[in-house]
């Protein structure tokens, strides 16, 4: 079973930086595309970073130049380097892997970028 756990979300203050990281396991990790998502309150999740397993990456336009996503196959992980942040920024970040067609998420982690 695919399994998704966030890590690296806390608060921080505008202009700062943060990690996320993901850790998947139960997956063909190398093959699949991975992303990130975001979401607040009463809004609908939306797509912050995607990179496909051959290393190409999509950004959300008002995120790009300030986020980075990698992924390292060897310890099945994705991450997302976020610099300059914003309090825009703030939401509850997602984890996303497609394997086959399916979808599958973490658990989400907070990001609140707050003076």
């Known amino acids: 079973q695919v399994r998704l756990v966030e890590s690296g979300g806390g608060l921080v203050q505008p202009g700062g930086s943060l990690r996320l990281s993901c850790a998947a396991s139960g997956s063909i990790f190398s093959l699949n595309v991975m992303g990130w998502y975001r979401q607040t309150p009463g809004k609908q999740r939306e797509l912050v970073a995607i990179i496909s397993s051959g290393g190409s990456t999509n950004y959300k336009d008002r995120v790009k130049g300030r986020f980075t996503i990698s992924r390292d196959n060897a310890k099945n992980a994705v991450y997302l380097q976020m610099n300059s942040l914003k309090p825009e920024d703030t939401a509850v970040y997602y984890c996303?892997?497609?394997?086959?067609?399916?979808?599958?998420w973490g658990q989400g982690t907070q990001v609140t970028v707050s003076s």
């Open positions: 996303y892997e497609n394997q086959l067609q399916r979808s599958y």
